[in-house]
């Protein structure tokens, strides 16, 4: 799988954390090896001119995601065909203010940002109620994952 990462956002992030956790989702959601993601960091201004541009809303927002071949999760017995995912935007500067408010780490804003970028372009929304309980949980489960796996990967 190619994931490559961009950063244009000024703030250092731990990149490699980010490619490790899609390199986890992927694995979770069957997600075929040669897919290719990229995960773009801008600052809060490039983030505000896409957020309106894209999404008509002023101001910057956390996390965009632009799906590009509409693959979706793929099983066990047959996984994602090869393509590309599409593009997460980042923006660490919103993210830093979230992780203050929610009383975690950027870093682990950022992965929950990822993930839930990960998921928009794999299908997954949360305009209704039960759309959102599955996305939501699903973003959950790999982050969990996620988690044990560092935790595994640090001893």
Do not use: Y
Not at 6 to 33: I, K, M, P
Not at 71 to 93: A, F, K, Y
Not at 128 to 154: I, N, S, T, W
């Amino acid at each position: 799988m190619a994931v490559e990462i961009n950063n244009e956002s000024g703030v250092e992030v731990d990149d490699e954390a980010l490619q490790r956790l899609a390199l986890h989702a992927f694995d979770f959601l069957n997600v075929h090896r040669d897919a290719e993601l990229a995960i773009v960091l801008v600052d809060e201004g490039a983030m505000e001119q896409l957020h309106l541009q894209w999404m008509d809303e002023p101001g910057p927002t956390d996390v965009l995601s632009f799906p590009m071949d509409e693959l979706r999760p793929g099983s066990d017995e047959e996984p994602t065909p090869p393509g590309l995912l599409g593009d997460i935007v980042l923006c660490p500067q919103v993210a830093i203010a979230q992780a203050e408010a929610a009383g975690h780490s950027t870093l682990d804003e950022l992965l929950l940002l990822t993930t839930h970028g990960l998921l928009h372009l794999l299908g997954f929304d949360h305009a209704e109620p039960e759309d959102e309980k599955e996305m939501f949980g699903v973003q959950r489960d790999v982050l969990v994952g996620f988690a044990l796996a560092e935790r595994k990967r640090a001893t």
